[in-house]
């Protein structure tokens, strides 16, 4: 009995004195990992460097193409005349320039920008056929969207 007694002691006493190990990584920018540091922290410690965690990524940045782009949208689509531009509030401040290209022509027309997510855009002068919306935009992951104009 006494055996077991000490035996449970002396696993105990190594449960309460063992620290733990904490991994410790800097990342680049870009985010890859740069320096893993090893060492030893108690349970507090641990828990706090864990906790101050912070990621300062924007998150737009982080969607891929198609979500993107599906957050964009020209409307009536075909048209005869005006055609409005819509894009989500979020991207707002990511658009530099917009443009208008003509296949049939490659005509190259710049769209003036106005405040808010929408604009107008009047094709009614403009010869029937496919033409192509550029949004341009300082973005990570994608740097332009396009859509589809048909103008009948």
Do not use: C
């Not at 208008?100 to 855009?121: A, D, H, V, W």
């Amino acid at each position: 009995m006494k055996r077991k007694l000490f035996f449970m002691l002396i696993l105990l006493l190594g449960f309460v004195s063992h620290s733990q190990t904490v991994l410790d990584f800097t990342y680049d920018p870009s985010g890859n990992q740069m320096l893993r540091k090893e060492g030893t922290a108690s349970r507090s410690v641990q828990t706090a460097v864990s906790d101050s965690i912070s990621y300062n990524k924007d998150p737009l940045n982080e969607l891929t193409a198609e979500v993107i782009e599906n957050h964009f949208t020209v409307s009536p689509n075909p048209t005869t005349g005006a055609a409005t531009l819509r894009w989500d509030p979020m991207f707002s401040e990511q658009i530099i320039n917009i443009e208008l290209i003509s296949l049939i022509t490659s005509e190259k027309t710049p769209i003036k920008r106005t405040r808010g997510n929408s604009l107008s855009i009047d094709l009614s002068g403009k010869v029937t056929g496919l033409y192509v919306v550029t949004f341009y935009l300082n973005n990570e992951t994608v740097n332009k969207v396009q859509k589809k104009i048909i103008k009948l």
